[in-house]
């Protein structure tokens, strides 16, 4: 099956989990790449979120169980109860095995982005807390990973504008260099001219 008919058919797949239809279990799961499905994310965003991904793998077998999901969560520092955990896996869990595969790991922050997690969800929190650590904003104290994005865009900004004015002002001590230099110039060339008038003033003295 082609690449692009593939992606269509996992679209068409999450519209019907979304509206709520019934949807069968994969029997045989679409390959695609991650890139070209999630091209919301950059590439370096999906590295990142496959290391943190790999970090929690402690079976190295690909995906997150429950029990893999609970220690990620506590490790958080945001744990979640039994009913928590599996509400957390249903969510993404478009094959219907019970675990978390990394592309249904990426499904958590591509619904973060669309503003499709509840806030107070266990989704949330995890992509909240992740998010935030893969993209070291330095702002801990936001309250969720799209004030952290505002956040990184206003520093971002801040930035530009601090070089910006950083080159205005040595522009203006250019400018203000040059006119000193040019005064001075010109204060040498009336006291040059001045003493010269004086000597002749002085030396005409003599001679009457």
Same mark, same amino acid.
């Given at each position: 099956?082609?690449?692009?008919?593939?992606?269509?058919?996992?679209?068409?797949?999450?519209?019907?989990?979304?509206?709520?239809?019934?949807?069968?279990?994969?029997?045989?799961?679409?390959?695609?790449?991650?890139?070209?499905?999630?091209?919301?994310?950059?590439?370096?965003?999906?590295?990142?979120?496959?290391?943190?991904?790999?970090?929690?793998?402690?079976?190295?077998?690909?995906?997150?169980?429950?029990?893999?999901?609970?220690?990620?969560?506590?490790?958080?520092?945001?744990?979640?109860?039994?009913?928590?955990?599996?509400?957390?896996?249903?969510?993404?869990?478009?094959?219907?095995?019970?675990?978390?595969?990394?592309?249904?790991?990426?499904?958590?922050?591509?619904?973060?982005?669309?503003?499709?997690?509840?806030?107070?969800?266990?989704?949330?929190?995890?992509?909240?807390?992740?998010?935030?650590?893969? @993209? *070291?904003?330095?702002?801990?104290?936001? /309250?969720?990973? %799209?004030?952290?994005?505002?956040?990184?865009?206003?520093? !971002? &900004?801040?930035?530009?504008?601090?070089?910006?004015?950083?080159?205005?002002?040595?522009?203006? @001590? *250019?400018?203000?260099?040059?006119?000193? /230099?040019?005064? %001075?110039?010109?204060?040498?060339?009336?006291?040059?001219? !001045? &003493?010269?008038?004086?000597?002749?003033?002085?030396?005409?003295?003599?001679?009457?």
């Amino acid at each position: 099956m082609p690449a692009d008919q593939e992606l269509s058919t996992l679209l068409d797949r999450r519209q019907a989990i979304v509206e709520g239809r019934d949807v069968q279990p994969l029997q045989k799961p679409i390959k695609t790449s991650v890139y070209t499905e999630f091209h919301e994310l950059s590439r370096r965003e999906i590295k990142e979120y496959e290391n943190t991904f790999r970090k929690y793998d402690e079976g190295n077998d690909g995906y997150l169980c429950l029990g893999e999901l609970k220690r990620m969560m506590e490790k958080l520092g945001a744990p979640q109860t039994h009913l928590g955990l599996k509400a957390m896996i249903k969510e993404v869990d478009e094959d219907g095995d019970d675990k978390i595969s990394f592309r249904e790991f990426l499904l958590i922050y591509r619904k973060a982005k669309a503003g499709e997690l509840t806030e107070d969800s266990g989704l949330s929190k995890l992509a909240q807390l992740t998010e935030i650590n893969v @993209e *070291e904003v330095g702002v801990g104290g936001a /309250k969720n990973f %799209f004030e952290a994005k505002i956040e990184e865009l206003r520093k !971002g &900004s801040k930035f530009e504008d601090e070089i910006r004015q950083e080159q205005e002002q040595r522009k203006r @001590e *250019e400018e203000e260099k040059a006119q000193r /230099k040019a005064m %001075f110039k010109q204060r040498a060339a009336l006291f040059q001219n !001045g &003493s010269t008038n004086g000597n002749n003033s002085c030396n005409g003295n003599v001679q009457t």
